[in-house]
């Protein structure tokens, strides 16, 4: 008697007197977001609600960015780059290393190092977690400033210096960061500033022409056991997008694995538009000659939906491993 809680659909039910009664939560449709904050939704909730303004920077696939102002660009690289850092203050950076094997067609391989003021956490294949050179286990904490904890095939850092890192032990990569980067942001993941056209600034404050010149400017260079290569392997790449270009069988292959794109999603359509994800998705799929080759891409765009509040059930859910 007097219990409450909340059944799926968004349904507030309250027991009384041995009788269980339910409605449809209400929801504020005006609602008015103070600065730093915009309307979204929160994990298990029902309602829009006033969430912290974040900047989101994506990194998938062979070779797939998507910048905190929304510019989406490839770049194959096969070396350390500096993903996003804080070069304003130098509260935080995010080194990615990207390499390509000889034997693959597609790029894999990235580890991420993230500096949090003098903490030092690597992320590294096969969701290994190092903080300050020794291995953990997860979920950690070192409270206040930092949690890592694992969720299905995802590791999650948080950390109270307003950056939140999602990674999938491979090669999906999301990071959040605060409103208060904004304008400060430096890297692969662009300046966070709101236009997406001048994103392409490079290390020595220029504009970079081309993808390939923006990545090679964030480039830091090798170390003694791992140097960079200065140009990456030629794997055999391109006979497998030929063939995909010139045999219907290989097309109409690359096509059927991404169509959840747009059929499975298309509720999603209005406020996320599907075109690039589509694109890359055919692209990943024309280079793997192995299972599952769209799932990042399908992911990734699942991803994009759920933070606008659409919430997808697609076939292949499950194979992918979210």
Sequence with gaps: NGASWYDPGCKSCRCANGSVSCQLQKCNSHLNCPKGKKPGFVPG???IECVEDMGICTSYGDPHYQTFDGRMFNFHGNCRYRLVADC????FSVRLRSERHHNQAVGEAKSLVVHIGSTVIHLQRGLVVKVDRKEVQLPYQRLPSL???RKNFMITLLSETGVKIIWD???YIEVHVSHRYRGNTCGLCGNFNGVPSDDFMMKNGRYARSDREFGKSWSLGGH???PCLQRAPSPPIAEPISKCRRSALHHWRA???CWPIKSQFSNCHPVVKPHKYYKACISEVCKCLVKRCECESL??????????GVN??????????T
């Design 255 to 257: 096509r059927k694995r």
């Design 224 to 226: 003694r056991r791992r």
């Design 169 to 171: 032990g491979e090669s």
């Design 312 to 321: 997808v059930n697609w076939g292949r859910k499950k194979a992918c491993g």
């Design 45 to 47: 909730g029902c309602c």
């Design 299 to 308: 992911v990734t765009y699942a991803r994009a939906c759920r933070r606008m």
């Design 88 to 91: 304003r203050q130098g509260n």
């Design 147 to 149: 949690q890592i904890d």
